[in-house]
């Protein structure tokens, strides 16, 4: 099917089966940072072996749109076909500043908060399939979950606002579920204080400090927001501020501009009338 004017290809029917087999297996993806967006990343070894398992075989017998893989080089031509339709796209772990690498993709922006414990990727111009290489799912999958979402919600702020046609059972046990829900809500906000007295005692007494659960205000899973239970306070190393100031101050400085050998000539003329006189 042709896709409308100003909108992306479709992919093909052949790459999409493909990219569907790979997020079925087990490639051991990772979540990582992409223009802001959480996306799954995953390395190129181990997409090439799953597209040489039995699984892939057994799979490819019963949907014909999977091209045959009978050896490493159809295994990456088969693999291919994921940035040529744009489901998955090589990227590598974007720097703080790639001004003063060999890097030809965009840099960073200034303004991206970087997320404790995940890489922040960019994308690569150049697609290459090497096993040490990692690429990004930019496939969503089926729909389905979405719209079953949707339909979730909606039957939701139709229960709201239906809330006074509830039974008196059902309306005292959403009260109770409050009042659960702002318990909680309070001991989050006493934990957050006591974590605070407890890291300006540790950092008077025991330097650098200690925090509990120092990823509490990450941004992270719920159970990661607890693991560690606690940890030492890390201290940023200073910057090398001296090295920028003497490098600023020897630009800066005015540089002796070379005497001809005219002027040379005229000093030396000059000389023996001053010693004369």
């Known amino acids: 099917m042709a896709s409308a004017p100003g909108q992306p290809p479709q992919p093909a029917p052949n790459a999409i089966a493909v990219a569907q087999f790979l997020k079925s297996q087990d490639l051991k993806s990772r979540t990582c940072i992409l223009n802001g967006q959480r996306k799954d990343l995953f390395k190129v070894k181990r997409a090439l072996r799953a597209l040489q398992s039995p699984a892939y075989a057994a799979a490819q017998k019963k949907n014909p749109l999977l091209p045959p893989v009978d050896s490493r080089p159809a295994a990456e ?19 703080e500043d790639n001004s003063h690498g060999h890097s030809h993709a965009a840099p960073t922006k200034p303004g ?19 096993d040490e290489l990692y690429y990004t799912w930019f496939y969503e999958g089926p729909q389905w979950k979405t719209t079953i979402m949707a339909i979730g919600v909606l039957i ?8 006074p046609l509830w039974p008196p059972v059902m309306r005292l046990g959403v009260w109770y579920l ?4 702002l318990g909680l809500l309070g001991l989050f906000f006493a934990m957050a204080i006591f974590r605070l007295i407890l890291f300006c005692i540790t950092y008077v007494m025991v330097k650098p400090g200690l925090w509990l ?15 560690p239970v ?10 090398a501020k001296k090295t920028k100031e003497i490098s600023e101050k020897a630009a800066e400085a005015p540089v002796s501009e ?11 003329d000059l000389r023996p009338k001053v010693e004369d006189g």
């Open 230 to 239: 606690w940890a030492w306070h890390k201290v940023k190393k200073p910057k």
């Open 112 to 130: 991206t908060k970087r997320v404790k414990g995940l890489w922040t990727v960019k994308v690569e111009q150049q697609q290459e399939i090497r």
């Open 258 to 268: 070379p005497i001809s050998a005219e002027a040379a000539a005229a000093q030396r």
């Open 213 to 227: 659960y120092p990823n509490l205000f990450e941004d992270v899973g719920f159970f990661d927001s607890f693991r």
């Open 156 to 163: 939701i702020l139709l229960a709201v606002v239906m809330f």
């Open 178 to 181: 409050s009042m659960g829900a």
């Open 77 to 95: 031509d088969v693999f291919r076909l994921l940035p040529l339709n744009l489901l998955a796209l090589r990227v590598s772990k974007a720097s």
